[in-house]
């Protein structure tokens, strides 16, 4: 038995449930909708509440014109580079038009349906962390409709009481409690293809990146102090001094800009003969709208498929990176390229006469070594001042020329350049190296996090004998590229929030046939090492014990504290059942309580059973709250019964 409350109409409740599927799956998809029609979407969205509130509703014949207008309109913007995103534009508007009409049954199993549809399409485009969220919270949402829909086709009218609704729409959490898990194990086990078979509907929207396919002087965005993650690497601490990521090689010089001219792809096997630290690790590179594979300086191996491989040790994909894709790389940590000889006329270009640098050059490197010349030109930028900004950049005509007579100061792409054309004049063979310097290292996911703004380029000067040797003249330290400002409690739950992010992209995003191959081949492995197999037997069946366990567990808490949990009236009752049971009667379940009490034979017991039978029905029919303090006389009341 329990309290009086207030009613619902179950169809209220359906409905509220409905929007707030369809809400999700606008969610998922906002970032790739188009502006006009996310702006669609929400006014027919919050239009319809307010209409549905009224009463209002719009004829279905309106409606279904106008779904064929933007259905035309759709096919009209569909290609084979666009597929998904108009198909996600028109399921927003006819998801929006669906609430405007008078709805039944099925139009709220039809909007639940499109918004599956919605949520799907979702994946097609990003799998980013935040779609878990999405899922998880669709999947709990979805069930309960799919529950309430049931009643409301049988009887839309129908009125429940709050409670009951409450604990009917609880006990639909079991459909994610089995869903949920299995979905996880599904995701494990279930047959991969070598190739994703969706991956050209993926044209999710690129971000921009720090990092540049070309340099040009002066030209400095908002990028370089962006904190966005431009990849991570699973690596374990290594030097900072050593922290430079070989991205791309700058050879020809405009006298304003870098560009990459002369880079040739290059056999696999045809590796330089490097001395130093070999380093294995892998990348997970961030969508961006360049080609370039980032590796520690010096790679000598990429391990991926559709990967170029140039003469100038960098290496490309041969299509942007349109998701967060993952590479195995070997380096060897060293500030020296061996290569027996280059063409000279490349990397010794000018742009023209500079007459102001070069007369600088001759007073530097005059009667000096070339090896002493390049020493000469880095001490050059110490012993005059020059100091690193990103701030009121030289953009003149003759932008290097301002920077080392004028200004001193300016980014790394000012240093590099002036360094590499100095030595240029000096007869020095130079280069430019594009990429990234230092990251931030998680303690927790043991890798680290290259952001944008660590976009860096540095000089490679070219030593007869020696081969490519690294100097970078930029003042600003390697650790300043590593250690962001004020390491603090904000910083500590910023990579603490990446080494999930970093995760997902591990276990998620990663999870590929070869990964579920290798998972297989591991598990066989295992299972024949006979050493082993008398402790895996007994963690495996704790493993089966706790499977089987957990779930049902987990059904039995929910059931008991959430499906069937009882009001106070409800536990009073019982109270008073379970007493007069212990003194020897038994309510029949078609008995009210007072037929109940007058079956009772003793005198004494009658008379206290009949004042807790009164003063319960005082409140019970008479809509009253039973208070902590009734609840406790009423109990005191039971307790008195002989």
Known sequence: MAKMSRSIKVETALKNLVYATAFIGFLSTMEHAGILYTAGFLTLFFGSIYLDHRHIFIPRWILNITVLMFLAITFIRINPENIIVPAIDVLLLLIGMKFLEDKKARDYMQISILSVFLLAGSTLLS?????????????????AVIILISYVSEDSTLTLRVDI??????????????????????????????YPMFDFFNRASLSASGFSDNVRLGDVSQIQLDEAIAFRANIGRIPEHLMYWRGIVFDH???????????????ENDLPALAGQRLRYTIYLEPSVHTTLFT???????????????????????????????????????????????????????PGSLPKIEEAVKTITRGIHPAESIRAIASYFEDNNFTYSLKNLPVTETPLQDFLFIHRYGNCEFFASAMAVMMRIAGIPARLVGGYLGGYYSDLGKYYAVPQKNAHVWVEAYVDGVG??????????????????????????????????????????????QKQFSLLTRLKWTFNDSSLRLSLEKKAIA?????????????????????QRKTKEERLIRHFLNRMHHLGYEKKPSEGLEEFLGRIESGSTRAEAGTFIREFQKRYYHDRTVTAHDAAMLREMIRLIR
């Open 468 to 513: 490519w040797e690294r100097h970078d003249p930029t003042p600003a330290s390697p650790e300043a590229y590593s250690s962001p400002d004020g390491r603090g409690i904000f910083f500590t739950a910023r990579m603490a929030f990446d080494s999930i992010r970093y995760y997902w992209n591990v276990f998620v995003i990663s999870y590929d046939l």
């Open 543 to 563: 493993y089966i014990v706790i499977l089987l366990i957990t779930p049902a567990l987990l059904y039995l808490t929910l059931r008991r504290f959430v499906f």
């Open 296 to 350: 520690l300086d010096k790679p000598v191996f990429i391990a991926g498929k559709s990967i170029n491989r140039y003469d100038t040790l960098t290496y490309s994909t041969r299509n942007a990176v349109m998701k967060t894709i993952r590479y195995d790389a070997i380096s060897v940590l060293s500030g020296i390229l061996p290569e027996p000889a280059i063409n000279r006329d490349v990397y010794l270009q000018l």
């Open 165 to 194: 609704l409450s604990r009917i729409i609880a006990g639909s959490l079991t459909i994610p409690v089995i869903v949920l898990p299995l979905a996880a194990v599904l995701f494990i086990i279930l047959p991969r293809t070598s």
């Open 253 to 267: 010089f405009d006298g304003k800009a870098w560009q990459s001219k002369e880079s040739i792809l290059a056999d």
């Open 127 to 143: 799998l980013d962390m935040i779609f878990l969220v999405y899922f998880v919270s669709f999947v709990i949402v979805l069930s």
